[in-house]
């Protein structure tokens, strides 16, 4: 199992910036890959950023110039820091874990809110 705790969300204003962080423990030997994921009502939750235990990353366009993921392994951290911030930006933040074997599954933290206001 492993346990996954997220901080740092909150309020901010359009083109500011905030910096998430997210915790694992447990089985962290286990996990592939860390990162984020948002969901707004109604809508299903996308992919914001990923990065590897190689440390590859990945970002959707909508953040790609703005988001920058990183993690540090010391802490069995990984951060999300959000630049230029945009009221489409809100959402509900989830970190992710990915562990591959023996078999594909998704580990998620609880959430934490993102507000942009305008």
């Known amino acids: 199992q492993v346990q996954l705790v997220e901080s740092g969300g909150g309020l901010v204003q359009a083109g500011g910036s905030l910096r998430l962080s997210c915790e694992a423990s447990?089985?962290?030997?286990?996990?592939?890959?860390m990162g984020w994921y948002r969901q707004t009502p109604g809508k299903q939750r996308e992919l914001v950023a990923t990065v590897t235990s190689g440390g590859s990353t990945k970002y959707a366009d909508s953040v790609k110039g703005r988001f920058t993921i990183s993690r540090e392994n010391a802490k069995n951290t990984v951060y999300l820091r959000m630049n230029s911030l945009k009221p489409e930006d809100t959402a509900v933040y989830y970190c992710n874990a990915l562990r591959i074997t023996p078999y594909k599954y998704n580990y998620w933290g609880q959430g934490t809110q993102v507000t942009v206001s305008s």
């Open positions: 447990g089985s962290i030997f286990s996990i592939n890959a």
